[in-house]
């Protein structure tokens, strides 16, 4: 039986991970579990899984929880400290990071410091604080699994004792993606979109902030990050290629010639499912991928015209150092500010260019500045936002 913390329980990943675990009460125990605010959420999942702990953003919510909860045998907790703790709570085996955004980071390092097994999901963690971040995995010796799909799928798609930094025989990764709900819309047509249209993914159901950054193809550029900390390669060694059926969750290439794909039907529970089992297999209940009735798989090149983020990255992994901290927290602000319909679409993309060049970079050499970097990085792209006539 492998105990499990939940970090993000309330989201979108939470809840596939908690399909998962009900599915299989044999192998799986929700040992703790983490939201910010979803109360009513939260108290369900008290109700249903009945975990040790539980952990909230703030006191209030963790007293309304607690109210809705009485009764139930549970240690009701909030803040970052008790996030921590739990990610390293003596019953628990795994750590499903599933936390949206930077707020992952310090739990999700709690977890490999407790030498827990790490399914990665929240890749803004391994973005920020890639260089620290895979060394404390190698410090540990700990397990890393990634989710993501994408990664998930090359991951499943290298040699079996060829993973991490060793990639013998690999030429070249094939990162897919989507091309969002905009893929095939001029730049005229993309200046008034609303959340609600961006937020409409053609192929996965996420949380909020993922499906904006799909549609600005900034999730691309941080999924190309993320690969380039997890699998020991340079941007130029990942290609990016689209593909807008989100069936071959990406490849790896090899020197011969060989390409290798992890196909299926987009539902996240397949990854998490992955994850939890390696290097076994289990059921997941989704449905078998049906190749006659998908009947066209299509692949094209991005348009780094229209999506300038995917550069951006690719920039801000050469630059090094705090700028990948910097660039996701400009992102992070201005995708809020998009759902608050305070800017719009492209200025996403046009504010996280601007912050980037802004700030200085400095290297990465101790986790307080890679939060000085973030908190900098909040703060001029909040400033940009704030001044009128910005553009
Ligand atoms: N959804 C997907 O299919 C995929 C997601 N990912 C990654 O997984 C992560 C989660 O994504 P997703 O599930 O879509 O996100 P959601 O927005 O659906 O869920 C986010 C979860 O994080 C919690 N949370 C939000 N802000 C904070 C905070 N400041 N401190 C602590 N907890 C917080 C939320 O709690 P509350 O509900 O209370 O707000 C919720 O439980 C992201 O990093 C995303 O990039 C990667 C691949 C696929
Ligand atoms: C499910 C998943 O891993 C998401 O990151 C997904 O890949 C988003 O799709 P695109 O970013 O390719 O549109
Ligand atoms: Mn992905």
Redesign the pocket.
Known sequence: MQGICL????????Q?TLEIIAQHPDKFNLVCA?????VD??ADICQRFKPNRVV??TLE?RDELARKCQGLDISFEWGEDA?ADIAADDDVDQVMA????F??LKPTLSGIRAKKRILL????SLVTAGQLFMDEVAHHDVLLLP???EHNAIFQSLPQHAQGAHKKHVEKLLLTASGGPFRSWSLEEMRHVTPEQACKHPN????????I?SASLM?KG?ELIEACWLFGVTPAEVDVVVHPESIVHSMASYVDGTVIAQMGNPD?KIPIAYGMTWPERITTAVPALDLVSVAQLNFEAPDLERFPNLQLASDAWYAGGTAMATLNAANEVSVAAFLEKKIGFLDIATINRAVLNQLDRHAVTSLEVVFEADHLARQATANIINKKGWL
């Open positions: 970090l993000g329980a309330t989201g979108s990943i939470g596939s983490s939201a910010h605010s979803s959420k939260m909230m953003g919510a996030l599933a936390i949206m955004g707020a992952g999901a929240n890749k803004e989710i993501d799909s996965w159901s996420m949380g909020q902030k993922i499906s950054d999730n941080l996240m």
